[in-house]
């Protein structure tokens, strides 16, 4: 039997929402049809709208249904479930509403309570000091902070400071769902437990690095925030970030949630600032236009509804980034995420140096790179391209490219793949932080970031565009061309 974990009052601030519903409530489904939910922990949805518990299981139920597999949903283990949820009404600015909360937590001291804000990050302050201030919290509280916080350094101190006024960092778990996932773990899996990578992880064997996290659909009716936030906050300083550091970071001396965030924190320190001078040849901002996607006509962002004619902001940006240490010195790291792409895909392509000299037909030496693939959507796995013999007794020694592949969901067929938020609500559930991102982490993300928009701010340039269903604009691709190199698709 798996093992079960500390009981908990789990409280979803902002339950009805789209993330609560999609993510939060399915991943605690599947946590307690693993038995890995403590016998009598409760879930206690929170929102403004007037309903019930037995109202919010119905609700619940509904999207466990729209977003689980058939198979997947017992019969037994949905009713066990749902007798876990409970609701209350808070409207979250008012603290008198709190004594509803307070009333209906469980009055242990020993007791966790996790607190998951699934809100705007502008009510994270308000919620933390309703919360103290109406004596919700005990000494095993926590709370869960959805990324991105804030849309600059400034803002984000600002939201990080409020937040802190009442909760220790121990207690603050920021979410980026991409440290989640099954194939971004097995990253420091693969980097760290193997010789045959960990020797060769360094300017010495390794040309450049491609991450690449793509998306074919639009703004999806977001506008309002979208045009506010776009694809530097929304996807640069929030996921590829990250995924940057966990592929440069040095070993860490251990497994521990701050050992690991150290080596994190010095790679963002290491970045090489861009420049005013540098934004022409080593950044590149898009906005797509009208095209097709899957041989559908789609609009272009200006014709998105709601689109406001004076909008500046970018839907796609590519960037060489380059990290100022001995491991990476010379080695370029090619960072490109956009809307209206023509699949969605989240890759990191590792681009290992061909040998010296090459023995071989001189017309294959474009061949001679190997790649470690490291695919984390939509399908999760690891492939390594390589090179062997042609077959047949006419083809001389004739090489052609091969892959060694681990397809997660072929591979483990028998057991499911998780999604990302069942292992970071059951990381939160055991007091373990090495999944969540520091608040030094934050800044230093933010203070790269800033710097690169603020150049941008003061071109005042329209993003270049791009047809929707391409991979962005031609400069994207030029400024790989540039350095003898070619994103991954294109080979």
Known sequence: MA???????????????????????PALFQLDSAELLGQDTRIIGLARVTQDSPDFRKICSDSLSKHIKPAELDTDKVSRFLTKLEYAIVSFADLSSYQTLKSTLDSSAERARIFYYAT??????AISRNLTKSDCINT???????????????????????VAEYFDESQ???????????TVQNLIALRFANPLFGSQWNQSHISHVEITVAEK???????????????????VQNHLLQLLCLTAMDPPDDLSADMIRNEKVKVLKALRPITAAMCNTHVVRGRYTKGMVEGNPVPGYMEEEGANPDSNTETFVSIKAEINNW?????????RTGKRLPEKLSQITIHFKPQPHFIFDESQRHLAQNK??????????????????????????????????????QSFEKSRVPDA???????????NQYLFVRRDEVEHAWLWCDQLMEHWKNENKAPLPYAAGSWGPKAADLMLIKDGNCWYEDQ
């Open 3 to 25: 093992m079960v974990n500390r009981s908990s009052d789990i409280v979803i601030f902002g339950a009805m929402g789209d993330l609560a519903q999609r993510k939060l409530i």
């Open 120 to 125: 705007p990050a502008s009510l994270y302050g």
């Open 140 to 162: 095993n509280s926590c709370v869960v902070l959805e990324k991105p916080i804030g849309h600059n350094l400034r803002s984000s101190n600002e939201v990080n400071d409020q």
């Open 172 to 182: 603050i778990y920021r979410i980026d769902h991409y440290l989640g996932k099954e």
């Open 217 to 235: 659909v639009g703004i999806e009716g977001r506008w309002g925030y979208f045009d506010k936030a776009g694809q530097m906050r929304d996807m």
């Open 327 to 335: 491991r990476w010195a010379g080695v370029p790291f090619y960072l």
């Open 372 to 409: 470690l693939i490291i695919r984390l959507q939509p399908e999760e796995g690891i492939s390594l391209q390589i090179l062997n013999k042609d077959h047949g007794l006419n083809q001389g020694m004739r090489l052609r490219s091969e892959a060694l592949n681990l397809n997660f969901s």
């Open 421 to 431: 938020y069942e292992r970071l609500l059951l990381k939160v559930i055991q007091g």
